[in-house]
């Protein structure tokens, strides 16, 4: 009998924790569901935020993607202007202080299932090829076609250096460096 007591307090001990682990999970799973899904929304709000305070000039746009670029690493920004505009808005130098081109795309929220064209993408290649420029860096706050990016891939493979950070990247990147910059300037005034 005791041994029957025994094997049904550990049948009952295993069902509990089961029971409490598979609660546990549930609970687990609805919290990141909710994080993404909220998450989600924000980036749409940035997006939209984004091209409401620059739609009118590009060149904002481009000042504050200068900015952005400088709290990632590059030096030496240089918004190029708009009559000398041949398809590169920003040049900036990479931490091997080499030329980088900078391409940026500010994207109607309504455009956004419009994405980045090759064609948009040649032009910035063609600047870089023209002064022997092996680095690019395309800047959308939509998100590239995958012409463009099927053309970017071979470019790659060519010698260049293209990279892309586009739509959802962007607000993630710029989360990071928010976070980034803004815990040494919270640690620096509690002090």
Request: charged share 25%.
């Amino acid at each position: 009998m005791s041994s029957f007591l025994g094997l049904l307090t550990v049948i009952i001990f295993v069902l509990v924790i089961h029971l409490g682990v598979d609660t546990y999970l549930k609970i687990k799973n609805k919290y990141n569901e909710n994080f993404q899904n909220t998450l989600d929304v924000l980036k749409v709000i940035t997006k939209h935020e984004c091209y409401e305070k620059f739609s009118g000039d590009s060149t904002e746009f481009e000042k504050w993607i200068a900015e952005f670029l400088t709290l990632k690493g590059y030096t030496n920004a240089l918004l190029v202007p708009k009559d000398k505009n041949d398809g590169k808005d920003i040049i900036v130098q990479n931490k091997k202080g080499q030329n980088v081109y900078v391409g940026c795309k500010l994207r109607n929220p309504q455009d956004w299932e419009n994405n980045v064209t090759r064609s948009e993408t040649q032009k910035l290649v063609g600047a870089m090829v023209g002064d022997g420029v092996k680095n690019g860096l395309i800047i959308t706050t939509a998100a590239l076609n995958s012409d463009a990016k099927e053309y970017i891939m071979k470019l790659n493979g060519l010698g260049y250096s293209m990279q892309i950070i586009e739509g959802n990247a962007l607000v993630q990147e710029l989360y990071n460096l928010r976070k980034k910059q803004l815990v040494p300037i919270f640690n620096s005034l509690q002090g």
